[in-house]
């Protein structure tokens, strides 16, 4: 079964407003998790690592204002998009590992349009 | 700069015939390989990896993989395809000195397959 979910699944909101999307580990701790954006067709791009306790690690080119991580506990890693606008839809995925040197698992994914 | 190439965009084939995914990659160092499939309205799953040791790599579901180091490619192959088997499929690669819970997988644009039953 699923070990990382993601909520929503999808949204749909209106251009300057902000977006929170929730992944969560499920039965286990995830100190770091990881924050994807897939745009159609084409592969993921790492945005974010998140660290329970500390400040998120930004990607070249990922505007940290723009997109706010909070690891808030050890199961539980929110991205928030502030003042979406419409080149924000995108497919966001995060991931998770199991323990240190384990390889990651995915969510779901959280299908976002901004209009 | 680091790179996943997935030369297949959309593969279709009939149900028992042989599969083989090509992925290459460009990266000066040591490097972890994977291969993650997403099976329709499902999140990605690892299908198999390399770390190290014996190059060809035994995944689930009858899928293997072959690390040819020379050439910088990770196919990916199965004897004979089924239905279920319908999804897309990732190649991803990372630093292979950070082990493999490091986010900073590069991942190929993925290739569709369709199988027809």
């Known amino acids: 079964g699923a070990v990382v979910s993601q909520h929503p699944s999808w949204v749909i909101c209106k251009s300057g407003t902000s977006v929170k999307i929730e992944c969560r580990s499920l039965?286990?701790?995830?100190?770091?998790m990881f924050w994807y954006r897939q745009f159609p067709k084409q592969s993921l791009m790492l945005m974010a690592t998140?660290?329970?306790?500390?400040?998120?690690?930004?990607e070249q080119g990922v505007e940290k204002d723009k997109f706010l991580i909070n690891h808030a506990s050890l199961t539980l890693s929110t991205l928030t998009v502030t003042s979406a606008h419409p080149e924000d839809s995108s497919f966001y995925i995060c991931s998770a590992p199991l323990a240190v040197g384990e390889t990651q698992y995915f969510g779901p994914g959280t299908r976002l349009l901004v209009l | 700069a680091q790179s996943v190439s997935q030369h297949n965009h959309h593969v279709i084939l009939s149900e028992a015939a042989s599969l083989e995914l090509g992925c290459n990659y460009s990266y000066g160092g040591t490097v972890n390989l994977f291969w993650y499939v997403q099976y329709p309205g499902q999140h990605l799953q690892l299908l198999l990896k390399y770390f190290s040791g014996d190059p060809l790599v035994k995944g689930i579901k009858g899928f293997e993989a072959e690390f040819i180091k020379s050439k910088f490619s990770f196919n990916l192959r199965k004897p004979s395809v089924q239905w279920s088997d319908t999804a897309e499929y990732f190649c991803?690669?990372?630093?292979?000195?950070?082990?493999?819970?490091?986010?900073?997988?590069?991942f190929g644009k993925g290739t569709k397959l369709s199988v027809k039953p």
């Open positions: 039965d286990f701790q995830a100190t770091t």
């Open positions: 998140s660290n329970e306790g500390s400040k998120a690690t930004y």
């Open positions: 991803a690669v990372n630093d292979g000195n950070y082990g493999g819970s490091q986010g900073n997988l590069i």
